[in-house]
């Protein structure tokens, strides 16, 4: 394998650097106080390509490979992960899924407004009851007519009040489990559709994490995409790409958490020298180091495995797995250096630990990542 980057991976790679510190870096601590990102940063990733990397160029996309895309998530995990959300989800979770799955006419009708950034989408799939367990979600959708009705409740839904569109997944028959979901595109402004912005989160502050109340929402059926049926093998393969984009804003996490201990360590005096030349910091520097190389070449090779055609699920979950738990490791460290400044909001540690913790959870516990990795190893199922 050949580590080396592209020209092009290397320009988007630094265009994506020279964004984060010209428009993100300036404003982080006062959109994690505030529990708000500023939306207009939605129009300017979609200026520069970002929502739209990997989306064929005909419907609004910008192409490129999927290293280029993981190279410009972690540039913004590494800035705020609560704008490195926004693209995962807008375009890791739904307009890829759009492209992939969706019929010729959805796939005009959204993905142009979405690689721009004149629209957003949210992943609708995680329910107040239902969280690993997403193949027993309770919303459902009952045929009637020449349209759907639809009626349930989704939690913890990034975007969900910000964005124009729900990639809904609901069951649509009484098969027990994943055979009885399907999935639905379904505009935010349907009647019927109401939103709630979750607060006070411990990380992730300034990004929209919504609770979505479908109330007698009518769809036509042309907004079901994909076969009745498939929603739940949807979903599956929409995660699996999703867990390389939580893999690369990971790896941003700990290379920040790398940067600041660094940077602190030289700068910070302690019985007349700077901390750095202290063996015991050494040691927190270099297992925050060798936690960033690790965690930044399994998310690699994920992509690798995704722009060659080949089956990437399982080391989608073991990059998603190591980097998660790394960037808590690699964020804890490196508050660690900074003692008691870093549990002050003013400095950035404290904020990359919070943002961190909730790597472990979303898009697969660190719990279902290793029962995956299991079943793909022994054959044998434990659910």
């Known amino acids: 394998m050949n580590l080396e980057l592209s020209e092009e991976q290397t320009a988007v790679r630094r265009l994506a650097e020279d964004f984060v510190q010209r428009e993100i870096a300036p404003h982080v601590v006062d ?86 950034g004149e629209a957003l989408g949210c992943f609708g799939l995680t329910e107040p009851g239902t969280g690993s367990d997403a193949g027993n979600l309770t919303t459902r959708a009952v045929r009637d007519g020449g349209d759907y009705v639809v009626n349930g409740t989704k939690m ?6 910000w964005a124009d569109v729900v990639l809904l997944f609901a069951r649509t028959n009484d098969t027990p489990g994943h055979r009885g979901v399907s999935a639905f595109l379904i505009p935010t402004d349907t009647p019927g559709l109401t ?17 979505l109340v479908l109330e007698d929402v009518r769809v036509p059926a042309s907004a079901l995409m994909g076969p009745e049926g498939k929603g739940f093998s949807i979903a ?48 927190l520097i270099s297992d925050i180091s060798v936690d960033v190389d690790a965690a930044r070449l399994l998310t690699w090779r994920v992509a690798d495995l995704v722009d060659r055609g080949e089956d990437f699920a399982t080391a989608a979950s073991k990059a998603k797995l190591f980097a998660s738990e790394a960037a808590v490791r690699s964020a804890n460290n490196a508050l660690q250096v900074y003692g008691g400044y870093g549990y002050i909001d003013e400095y950035p540690v404290g904020k990359l630990l919070r943002d961190a913790r909730v790597m472990t959870l979303y898009e697969g516990t660190s719990q279902i990542q290793k029962l995956i990795i299991g079943r793909a190893l022994t054959g044998v199922s434990a659910f």
């Open 236 to 283: 599956m393969s929409a995660l699996a790409k999703g867990r390389m984009s939580v893999a690369a804003g990971c790896v941003g996490i700990a290379q920040a958490a790398l940067d600041a201990a660094v940077r602190y360590a030289g700068e910070r005096e302690q019985f007349g020298k700077p901390i750095a030349s202290y063996q015991l910091v050494q040691e």
């Open 156 to 161: 913890f839904i990034t975007n969900g009040t």
């Open 195 to 211: 939103r709630r912005t979750i607060h006070g989160k411990l990380g992730l502050r300034g990004q929209a994490t919504a609770e």
């Open 31 to 116: 959109w994690d106080r505030a529990e708000n990102v500023d939306r207009s940063i939605v129009r300017k990733l979609g200026a520069l390509g970002f929502l739209g990397l990997t989306v064929p160029e005909e419907y609004g996309g910008s192409g490129g490979d999927h290293l280029a895309y993981c190279l410009v998530t972690e540039e913004l995990g590494r800035g705020d992960s609560s704008v490195r959300g926004i693209v995962s989800v807008s375009l890791g979770l739904v307009a890829k899924t759009i492209a992939a799955w969706g019929d010729e006419e959805q796939k005009r009708h959204w993905l142009p407004r979405l690689t721009a």
